[in-house]
DNA sequence: ATAGGGTTAG
């Protein structure tokens, strides 16, 4: 015997003690099966004396690889380590147990192996090893003049279809034909298998089709194959064929189909299966049930998932996976994080699945301290590897707002996919880092990755809020060339993104081209007309949509609510708060007060909005005040501007933004002292204004203008031109407001005036684009009441037409009037 | 010694 063939050293308990003792575990049935095995195999020529030696039985009852160990000496000992029954028996124990490595250290040293230890070995490869290792023990085989059997078909089969190596499946199919073996059921069915685990569900099914005799397994294979590939629909279908045909589900198959329910939410199919499983008495199977747990949270049934959940006397688990994922999908993260902390409190050692769970509820919940908790186990756990939890770890850091942290995690991946890109790209959207955004999505083009319909929807939200036209273009053309245009998710991307880059009539056609809507997209084209002040064009397109088969949701009442009160419609505005609730059963959120107390005061109904906040059934919050402070400044009201704005010093200690308004209130009613007051309270608190910053595109740049700055390489040139400019137009009837400065003379307020962002960037369009041309502007706050009269002005002496996106609406300025009906 | 199908996921 070869010394590297010696066993591990032996345990201080007496070798035969810890094998009796499993054995004595094990029910009598199984060492009477045990026995029935051996003895069947009489049939070869193994003499009686071997198989049925006490080792023999005791061999096969052995559950883990330390045990088997343990064994070695004992076959040593009774001369049995040349019989080639313990040798084939060792080496497929060590493939069991997934120890390539000590199967080779068997196999290797024997020096006249029987077939029958080649097939083992193969087996052991085709389970633990590369396919590319598994392949050459074949070719090994075929050297050393071992015959191929079925079975050797059958395990290389099933390790091409767990690879989804295609090519290298056909390879065997063709020696398969070869060797005779076409029309053996195992095969066929391994093939089929193939076919369906290289998502080339059709090819299987053709195979499943041809086949002269089908069996349960076959059945089992090709719906699981349709489930698995994301058409559950035929797979119910399949489910349902097989049992007309006579062929009774067993578990496996209400496994398999059982996900294709789940796939599609339907309540009500899940049922009659569930009552398939208690008739058939499945009901207490592990992964039935965990199924079952997968199915109902699916519908929507987390509370019957949970009965289930806590009936199972055994979870494996995928089970607390199941249920943890069930709460995450139902809305309720802070129940998956407290299950995942019951599944950790019973020293069930979490998978990489449920890191990924666990991370999804805390980047729901934006809880970066216990995302912070499982990026460490994720370590201790040795999951650093697996790239779908780091995507899940990108994304929930991008959740968290730490994008540092994500792109460092994201720069050191290795073996990115498509899924760690597009994570990527949308935190960056997703924190208003878009031009990060697009350059992440460029150098994907570059590394020759080809986005999907997600990185697609990632980076046209992008572009909206870049709001620069020509960019919308180009992105829609690459939607086109790249096929994405049927798809309802980017379609209604690209309407949201023309409405925001000002084209509304562009995303009304696009709107209008759609086969298949969602309610997003409904959402999408009313808000469009509400923030282009075409309230009238919203209002119209919600009844259209009332009359439809798509319900609108709490979104839909915000975007129509909001609609009206860009363009003054009260009335209507305070019918829909109404009949949301009372039609449609939806309650009211902080956002649709806040756009309610946004309808009023805009429209000049301050003691309406006032009393509406006073009589709101929940505490109100800073949007609401902000509504009510913002409404005070449009009509010059002291009174409740004050309130308000001590409302919000409460709610919001760090928004500059509010002390501004007020002052400007204050302002406004010359209270100048007062105005000084709210000055240095802004001062000694720290707090600062957010600078104004106006956009322009031109040609391949996007220009940024700050207020009052000079660092445009054009800034000379732009100052001049807006000297003349606002010389015309004050010929033309403009007034300098002087209201909102008061502390310097005269000339030196207008220069303040004349700097402000929209001016220099308006100047700086009219002076780079020929006549005739539209110049889109965005701007990151309100715009100003001078620059909003200015541009009125500017708009009727140039003949220009020029659009401005603020914080929130358009102003179509034209011919000397602006689209919001100077109502914003 | 020896065959094929199965639950959770971004």
């Known amino acids: 015997m070869s010394s590297k063939l010696r066993?591990?050293?032996?345990?201080?308990?007496?070798?035969?003690?810890?094998?009796?003792?499993?054995?004595?575990?094990?029910?009598?049935?199984?060492?009477?099966?045990?026995?029935?095995?051996?003895?069947?195999?009489?049939?070869?020529?193994?003499?009686?004396?071997?198989?049925?030696?006490?080792?023999?039985?005791?061999?096969?009852?052995?559950?883990?690889?330390?045990?088997?160990?343990?064994?070695?000496?004992?076959?040593?000992?009774?001369?049995?380590?040349?019989?080639?029954?313990?040798?084939?028996?060792?080496?497929?124990?060590?493939?069991?147990?997934?120890?390539?490595?000590?199967?080779?250290?068997v196999f290797d040293p024997i020096p006249d192996k029987v077939d029958a230890l080649y097939h083992t070995m193969l087996k052991a490869y085709a389970r633990n090893s590369s396919l590319d290792n598994a392949f050459s023990?074949?070719?090994?085989?075929?050297?050393?003049?071992?015959?191929?059997?079925?079975?050797?078909?059958?395990?290389?089969?099933?390790?091409?279809?767990?690879?989804?190596?295609?090519?290298?499946?056909?390879?065997?199919?063709?020696?398969?034909?070869?060797?005779?073996?076409?029309?053996?059921?195992?095969?066929?069915?391994?093939?089929?298998?193939?076919?369906?685990?290289?998502?080339?569900?059709h090819e299987a099914y053709k195979m499943f089709d041809k086949m002269p005799e089908r069996d349960l397994v076959c059945w089992n294979t090709i719906i699981a194959g349709y489930s698995q590939n994301g058409l559950a629909k035929r797979a119910l279908h399949l489910f349902i064929r097989m049992q007309?045909?006579?062929?009774?589900?067993?578990?496996?198959?209400?496994?398999?189909?059982?996900?294709?329910?789940?796939?599609?939410?339907?309540?009500?199919?899940?049922?009659?299966?569930?009552?398939?499983?208690?008739?058939?008495?499945?009901?207490?199977?592990?992964?039935?049930?965990?199924?079952?747990?997968?199915?109902?949270?699916?519908?929507?049934?987390?509370?019957?998932?949970?009965?289930?959940?806590?009936s199972m006397q055994f979870r494996t688990v995928v089970s607390w996976n199941s249920m943890i994922d069930g709460y995450t999908h139902n809305g309720d993260s802070k129940q998956a994080l407290q299950l995942f902390q019951e599944m950790l409190n019973e020293g069930v050692e979490p998978t990489n699945v449920t890191l990924m769970q666990a991370l999804h509820a805390c980047a729901d919940l934006g809880?970066?301290?216990?995302?912070?908790?499982i990026h460490k186990l994720l370590y201790k756990l040795q999951l650093t590897s697996d790239v779908s939890v780091m995507n899940s770890l990108i994304s929930?850091?991008?959740?968290?707002?730490?994008?540092?942290?994500?792109?460092?995690?994201?720069?050191?991946?290795?073996?990115?996919?498509?899924?760690?890109?597009?994570?990527?790209?949308?935190?960056?959207?997703?924190?208003?880092?878009?031009?990060?955004?697009?350059?992440?999505?460029?150098?994907?083009?570059?590394?020759?990755?080809?986005p999907d319909s997600f990185t697609m929807v990632s980076v046209i939200p992008a572009l909206a809020e870049l709001s620069v036209l020509r960019q919308a273009k180009w992105i829609h053309g690459l939607?086109?060339?790249?096929?994405?245009?049927?798809?309802?998710?980017?379609?209604?991307?690209?309407?949201?993104?023309?409405?925001?880059?000002?084209?509304?009539?562009?995303?009304?056609?696009?709107?209008?081209?759609?086969?298949?809507?969602?309610?997003?997209?409904?959402?999408?084209?009313?808000?469009?007309?509400?923030?282009?002040?075409l309230g009238r064009a919203a209002v119209e397109l919600f009844s259209e949509m009332r009359q439809g088969a798509i319900k609108p949701n709490d979104i839909t009442f915000l975007c129509v609510i909001s609609a009206c009160s860009h363009s003054g419609l009260v009335e209507e505005g305070c019918k829909y708060f109404t009949i949301m609730k009372e039609d449609y059963g939806l309650e009211p959120s902080m956002d649709h007060y806040g756009a309610m107390v946004d309808l009023l005061g805009r429209a000049g109904q301050l003691n309406e909005a006032w009393d509406f906040i006073q009589n709101m059934p929940i505490e109100p919050a800073i949007n609401v005040f902000g509504a009510m402070l913002g409404a005070c400044k449009i009509h010059k009201n002291v009174d409740l501007?004050?309130?308000?704005?001590?409302?919000?010093?409460?709610?919001?200690?760090?928004?500059?933004?509010?002390?501004?308004?007020?002052?400007?209130?204050?302002?406004?009613?010359?209270?100048?002292?007062?105005v000084a007051k709210v000055r240095s309270a802004m001062e000694k608190n720290g707090l600062q204004k957010t600078p104004g910053c106006s956009l322009v595109d031109l040609r391949n740049e996007v220009h940024s203008f700050y207020s009052g700055s000079t660092h445009h390489p054009q800034s000379e040139k732009i100052y001049v031109f807006l000297e003349t400019l606002m010389d015309e137009i004050k010929a033309a009837g403009y007034v300098p407001d002087s209201n909102s400065i008061h502390d310097v003379e005269e000339d030196v307020q207008e220069q303040l005036l004349n700097s402000h962002s929209e001016k220099l960037a308006i100047a700086f369009?009219?002076?780079?684009?020929?006549?005739?041309?539209?110049?889109?502007?965005?701007?990151?706050?309100r715009v100003c009441g001078d620059c909003h009269n200015a541009t009125k002005y500017i708009s009727l002496v140039t003949g220009r037409e020029i659009i401005v996106r603020d914080m929130h609406r358009f102003h179509h300025f034209k011919s000397g009037t602006c689209s919001c009906g100077d109502y914003w």
């Open 244 to 310: 007309e045909e006579g062929r009774s589900p067993d578990p496996v198959t209400i496994v398999s189909v059982l996900p294709a329910c789940a796939d599609i939410g339907s309540l009500r199919i899940g049922k009659s299966i569930h009552g398939y499983v208690v008739k058939a008495g499945f009901q207490s199977l592990v992964n039935v049930l965990t199924a079952l747990v997968d199915v109902y949270s699916k519908c929507g049934c987390v509370g019957a998932a949970r009965l289930i959940f806590d």
């Open 7 to 105: 066993p591990s050293p032996l345990p201080s308990t007496p070798l035969s003690t810890t094998i009796i003792t499993t054995a004595a575990a094990a029910s009598s049935f199984n060492v009477q099966h045990s026995v029935a095995n051996l003895q069947r195999r009489s049939t070869c020529h193994i003499p009686a004396h071997i198989y049925n030696h006490p080792s023999a039985i005791l061999l096969e009852l052995c559950t883990c690889i330390k045990e088997v160990h343990q064994f070695i000496p004992l076959i040593v000992k009774n001369a049995l380590y040349n019989e080639h029954l313990f040798q084939t028996k060792l080496v497929s124990l060590f493939c069991k147990f997934g120890s390539l490595r000590e199967a080779s250290r």
């Open 367 to 373: 809880d970066l301290v216990e995302g912070e908790f």
């Open 641 to 674: 501007g004050e309130k308000a704005a001590h409302k919000l010093f409460e709610l919001d200690p760090e928004g500059g933004g509010y002390h501004v308004l007020l002052a400007n209130i204050y302002a406004r009613a010359s209270m100048w002292d007062k």
């Open 137 to 201: 023990f074949f070719s090994r085989m075929n050297i050393d003049g071992v015959p191929p059997i079925i079975y050797n078909f059958t395990y290389l089969l099933k390790a091409c279809g767990d690879n989804s190596d295609l090519p290298k499946g056909k390879q065997i199919h063709a020696q398969l034909i070869v060797n005779g073996y076409a029309s053996n059921v195992f095969a066929m069915n391994c093939i089929v298998n193939l076919y369906a685990k290289s998502r080339m569900i």
């Open 396 to 450: 929930m850091y991008c959740k968290c707002k730490r994008i540092d942290i994500a792109a460092e995690i994201f720069e050191n991946l290795q073996g990115k996919t498509l899924v760690s890109w597009n994570a990527m790209v949308l935190g960056y959207a997703q924190n208003g880092r878009v031009t990060e955004a697009l350059n992440l999505f460029c150098k994907m083009h570059l590394q020759d990755i080809r």
């Open 479 to 533: 939607v086109i060339r790249t096929s994405f245009d049927k798809n309802v998710f980017v379609m209604t991307a690209l309407v949201d993104m023309y409405a925001k880059c000002g084209a509304v009539s562009t995303a009304r056609k696009l709107f209008d081209m759609m086969d298949e809507r969602h309610v997003t997209t409904w959402n999408a084209m009313i808000d469009g007309y509400g923030t282009h002040g």
């Open 765 to 781: 369009g009219l002076l780079n684009t020929s006549p005739g041309t539209t110049i889109h502007i965005r701007k990151n706050l």
